[in-house]
């Protein structure tokens, strides 16, 4: 029984992970491009989401690495030590980041939806390049211990922290709580507030209306990005909690085969924010429109061009 869920596991991460890394990857790449395109990237809200994709873009790239990991046994932490601390660095502080650029996005959707005009003033591009300069630092101070302490050893336990200290699991707690429980309570915190503020925005009859048609918007696309983070994130944090605290569990091949699906899942959650947007945001769907018509457009142009230019010697040698 645990040879064919061990054989499960690997065929899975062999079907699964090249498609979540090419959704991945080419999902967060159309959001920059949509998220730089002039409608959009003057706007602070906007500088968030642009964060996410970036760093959701390049833990997309990393999953390459468990994907060869877990599917064929090639595994870059195991060439050698500053590969192992690289890689354990990467993978541990790209997946803190994005949570934290919701919960950000969030915060500046509040502040822009307030009926006080100096609460409304602190929602601008200055301010969020500031914020994701400050928690990008936070989050690289925050796991430098793991680009510190992990070592690769041919001992069995390959690249990892050793020994296994009280300090060591209190820090994988604090990680875990940091990174499963305090994101999803800020964005629903702040997402009530915000559809408050819309409700109760009484400016004049043109901006009611405005945020009005936004609200909708907004919640949608809060409840769907909350809901597919703690859907998708939250079984694997449970898993690892399982194995971080003292409680004598002693793992299972069971428990190691529902580990590698909830790492999958939790590797799909960062090639999900492109369908989102796409879902829930009006505004997204039409820059997205704009970019296919302005590609096809360049492509029948230059499509157009060789013909007359290859033709043209052809009717000159008549003429003559």
């Not at 299972?252 to 909830?262: A, D, M, N, P």
């Amino acid at each position: 029984m645990s040879d064919i869920l061990g054989e499960i596991s690997v065929k899975l991460a062999q079907i699964l992970l090249p498609m979540i890394i090419f959704v991945g990857v080419s999902g967060n790449i159309l959001n920059i491009i949509i998220l730089t395109r002039a409608n959009l990237r003057n706007h602070a809200c906007s500088k968030y989401f642009l964060a996410l994709a970036s760093n959701n873009l390049l833990y997309s790239l990393f999953i390459i690495q468990y994907f060869l990991s877990n599917g064929f046994s090639i595994d870059g932490q195991t060439i050698s030590n500053i590969s192992c601390k690289i890689l354990q660095y990467i993978g541990s502080a790209c997946p803190f980041l994005s949570p934290y650029f919701i919960v950000l996005a969030s915060i500046d959707r509040f502040f822009a939806s307030s009926s006080n005009v100096n609460i409304r003033s602190i929602s601008n591009v200055t301010n969020a390049t500031k914020s994701i300069i400050f928690i990008v630092i936070c989050t690289l101070l925050f796991f430098i211990n793991t680009l510190v302490l992990n070592e690769y050893r041919d001992d069995g336990y390959g690249c990892a922290i050793r020994p296994e200290t009280l300090y060591n699991q209190i820090f994988y707690i604090l990680q875990i709580i940091l990174f499963a429980a305090i994101p999803p309570i800020l964005m629903i915190f702040f997402g009530l507030l915000t559809i408050y503020n819309t409700t109760q925005l009484q400016v004049n009859i043109q901006v009611t209306i405005r945020h009005r048609r936004t609200e909708g918007q907004l919640a949608r696309m809060l409840f769907l990005q909350v809901t597919i983070y703690i859907l998708l994130n939250m079984p694997m944090c449970i898993m690892y909690l399982m194995l971080t605290l003292p409680v004598g569990y002693i793992p299972t091949q069971e428990f190691f085969f529902v580990l590698s699906i909830s790492s999958i899942l939790f590797n799909f959650s960062f090639a999900t924010t492109f369908f989102l947007y796409i879902l829930t945001a009006r505004v997204y769907r039409e820059e997205l429109f704009r970019l296919i018509s302005k590609v096809f457009h360049y492509r029948r142009a230059n499509q157009v061009q060789p013909m007359s230019t290859t033709r043209h010697p052809e009717v000159t040698r008549h003429r003559n």
